[in-house]
């Protein structure tokens, strides 16, 4: 059992270049979350999914985009990155959203945006 | 706007030292709450978690926290920490009975243990 999976594990781009970051997990929960990890400042909810089919924002959604066809599968799209964006990456997700579920976090992904 | 707030930005103790990371939070009302833990070099992990009850609340690996609602605190305690709690603590609130809340973290307290 994975829990969750992301990839790619670490990755440099080049500013104004598309770039998806997957998510995948095997544990059947409903919502799912993306977070951005910066010194100093925790973490921040960039979207998040409550069950498939259906997408939210978070505190810092712009310059991303989710979708969420099914369950298991949640990736996260930079459509245009920006050096701003050089984060790490986490996807988490939970049995429902809100009601106390607690979270469990994938691995993450280290992004620099050159 | 709703927030948590972790005022220990960078903690160093010695082994056997006692521990306590301040955490407040802004909501009101009904809330949950969690502390997280990140050891180097990986990803995020349960320590604890509040919803109802006895406020005192123990975890994994001899943590316990103490929810005072007066305080709007939740603040983090070992009675002697080891080399091996070195890493980063991040407290975590949600407003409680809404099937729409997220979870809200703070910035994080990096614990740093000498041998």
């Known amino acids: 059992i994975a829990g969750i999976t992301q990839a790619p594990t670490s990755q440099i781009l080049a500013a104004g270049r598309r770039m998806t970051l997957r998510c995948t997990q095997d544990?059947?929960?409903?919502?799912m979350y993306w977070y951005r990890q910066d010194l100093g400042l925790g973490l921040r909810l960039i979207h998040y999914s409550n069950t498939a089919g259906t997408t939210g924002k978070g505190e810092v959604p712009d310059g991303y985009s989710v979708s969420r066809a099914n369950t298991d599968d949640f990736p996260l799209t930079l459509a245009s990155a920006v050096p701003s964006q050089t984060s790490v990456y986490f996807c988490?997700?939970?049995?429902?959203?809100?009601?106390?579920?607690?979270?469990?976090f994938g691995p993450g992904t280290r992004l620099t945006v050159l | 706007a709703q927030s948590v707030s972790q005022h220990n930005h960078h903690v160093i103790l010695s082994e056997a030292a006692s521990l306590e990371l301040g955490c407040n939070y802004s909501y009101g009302g009904t809330v949950n709450l969690f502390w997280y833990v990140q050891y180097p070099g990986q990803h995020l992990q349960l320590l604890l978690k509040y919803f109802s009850g006895d406020p005192l609340v123990k975890g994994i690996k001899g943590f316990e926290a103490e929810f005072i609602k007066s305080k709007f605190s939740f603040n983090l305690r070992k009675p002697s920490v080891q080399w091996s709690d070195t890493a980063e603590y991040f407290c975590?609130?949600?407003?409680?009975?809404?099937?729409?809340?997220?979870?809200?973290f703070g910035s994080g307290t990096r614990l740093s243990i000498r041998p």
């Open positions: 988490a997700s939970s049995g429902e959203l809100g009601q106390g579920y607690e979270q469990f």
């Open positions: 975590a609130a949600q407003k409680g009975y809404s099937s729409a809340s997220k979870i809200i």
């Open positions: 544990m059947r929960h409903n919502a």
